[in-house]
């Protein structure tokens, strides 16, 4: 598990771009709370998920308006029809923490 940011750096929806590896992921914070870490792209239209909405355990595209489930990566909404990766995360003592390599889905 790879530190990558504080806690609160990340308030209930919430969400935070980091780069671990030349890599761009997205970590957000759903209503209740939860830290989820996804790929910070769209499959719709390439541009960061980051900058969306979080509605419940869902982020909103803001370009196109696909949401994708915070949990298992599928979108929930066209015009996007592929999922993201969604990367083992958790918190602890102030800290989030990622493992880029394990993807949960």
């Not at 997205?26 to 709370?33: E, F, H, M, V, W």
């Not at 803001?62 to 969604?86: C, I, K, M, N, Y």
Request: glycine share 10%.
């Amino acid at each position: 598990m790879i530190d990558v940011a504080a806690s609160a750096d990340v308030a209930a929806g919430g969400t935070l771009r980091v780069e671990v590896d030349s890599h761009e992921i997205c970590i957000a914070r759903d209503s209740d709370g939860t830290i989820h870490a996804i790929d910070d792209l769209c499959t719709h239209g390439e541009v960061s998920l980051a900058e969306g909405d979080v509605e419940g355990c869902a982020i909103e595209c803001w370009l196109h308006g696909s949401q994708f489930d915070l949990t298992t990566g599928r979108p929930l909404s066209p015009p996007a029809f592929e999922p993201v990766s969604v990367y083992a995360c958790k918190e602890i003592a102030g800290r989030i923490l990622l493992d880029p390599g394990t993807v949960l889905n």
